[in-house]
């Protein structure tokens, strides 16, 4: 059964660091694009960042370059994302997804069920 989990998430203050994992079943994650995204209170689903299968190369929303990192464990099957250096805008509640593309055309197929991040003073 394909499955993404991921867990991680907790209350921080501001300048704190969090490390999100996301753990996937049913289908080895170094072979996809595999995305984070978040939705803070109120507010739509944005992307946050991106990792490439094999190669691995990773792209960030401007708002965290510097502070987020993208990883992936192969022998562990699972994706992380490092947040450092917290800030209040960064509470949401983040999602890992699996991104498929066929004739030009692309979409995320699989997400986690979410983990929640809290940055408060």
């Known amino acids: 059964q394909l499955q993404l989990v991921e867990s991680g998430g907790g209350s921080v203050q501001p300048g704190g660091s969090l490390r999100l994992s996301c753990a996937a079943s049913?289908?080895?994650?170094?072979?996809?694009?595999m995305s984070w995204f978040r939705q803070a209170p109120g507010k739509g689903l944005e992307w946050v960042s991106g990792?490439?299968?094999?190669?691995?190369?990773?792209t960030y929303v401007d708002s965290v370059k510097g502070r987020f990192t993208t990883s992936r464990d192969n022998a562990k099957n699972t994706l992380y994302l490092q947040l450092n250096s917290l800030e209040l805008d960064d509470t949401a509640v983040y999602y890992c997804?699996?991104?498929?593309?066929?004739?030009?055309?692309?979409?995320?197929?699989?997400w986690g069920q979410g983990t929640q991040v809290t940055v408060s003073s």
């Open positions: 990792l490439d299968g094999g190669g691995g190369n990773s």
């Open positions: 997804a699996r991104y498929l593309h066929s004739d030009g055309a692309g979409w995320y197929d699989y």
């Open positions: 049913g289908f080895a994650l170094c072979f996809y694009i």
